[in-house]
T-cell receptor, first 109, second 116 residues
Framework: GIQVEQSPPDLILQEGANSTLRCNFSDSVNNLQWFHQNPWGQLINLFYIPSGTKQNGRLSATTVATERYSLLYISSSQTTDSGVYFCAARSSNTGKLIFGQGTTLQVKP | GAVVSQHPSWVICKSGTSVKIECRSLDFQATTMFWYRQFPKQSLMLMATSNEGSKATYEQGVEKDKFLINHASLTLSTLTVTSAHPEDSSFYIC????????????FGDGTRLSIL
């Protein structure tokens, strides 16, 4: 099945810094989503981005499907951005949405 | 926006009990729903794909007799953890996708299951 790898696994930033989270996937996809999981376990959908670039406030994401990767950009990070970020990719072949291992982000004041 | 409702939010029960978790798509029809499990400090692992009107398909290593899935309608799937034991304690999350066009998957808020 499809493999989804995220990097880095952990990231510590000073408030105000910018960051880039990466998601590589091993198969062609028809869906790529980025999530932020809050402390209560809820998955907050950040982006549905099977291809192209989208922006939402301080966050933006880019997926280059032909090269099998997606990037999540966080600009001017805030302490409230702390938490676990997951990408998930749905294989065009199996239809299953598979999660990466996540990036744990800590933003220090 | 599309909403997936999952109940209960948390369950604490004794070993040997069977526990049922419900997953509903509130404003769209879902011929396919998905069940994930997440252990502490780990990622979400797909357990099974629930298909309306037919048998669920399970991922490798997931016991179908332990985790019974029923998808009785286009808006409801249930996961029953049978004869639960402490090692079944986990965070279970359901997901559904509106099958019209290429849509994102929507997730429930999860069920935290603790078996004593």
């Amino acid at each position: 099945g499809i493999q989804v790898e995220q990097s880095p696994p952990d990231l510590i930033l000073q408030e105000g810094a910018n960051s880039t989270l990466r998601c590589n996937f091993s198969d062609s996809v028809n869906n790529l989503q980025w999530f932020h999981q809050n402390p209560w376990g809820q998955l907050i959908n950040l982006f549905y981005i099977p291809s192209g670039t989208k922006q939402n406030g301080r966050l933006s994401a880019t997926t280059v499907a032909t090269e099998r990767y997606s990037l999540l950009y966080i600009s001017s990070s805030q302490t409230t951005d702390s938490g676990v970020y997951f990408c998930a990719a749905r294989s065009s072949n199996t239809g299953k949405l598979i999660f990466g291992q996540g990036t744990t982000l800590q933003v220090k004041p | 926006g599309a909403v997936v409702s999952q109940h209960p939010s948390w369950v604490i029960c004794k070993s040997g009990t069977s526990v049922k978790i419900e997953c509903r798509s509130l404003d769209f029809q879902a011929t396919t729903m998905f069940w994930y499990r997440q252990f502490p400090k780990q990622s979400l692992m797909l357990m099974a794909t629930s298909n309306e009107g037919s048998k669920a398909t399970y991922e490798q290593g997931v016991e179908k007799d332990k985790f019974l899935i029923n998808h009785a309608s286009l808006t409801l799937s249930t996961l029953t953890v049978t004869s639960a034991h402490p090692e079944d304690s986990s965070f279970y999350i359901c997901s559904a996708r509106d099958m019209r066009g290429n849509q994102p998957q929507h997730f429930g808020d999860g069920t935290r299951l603790s078996i004593l």
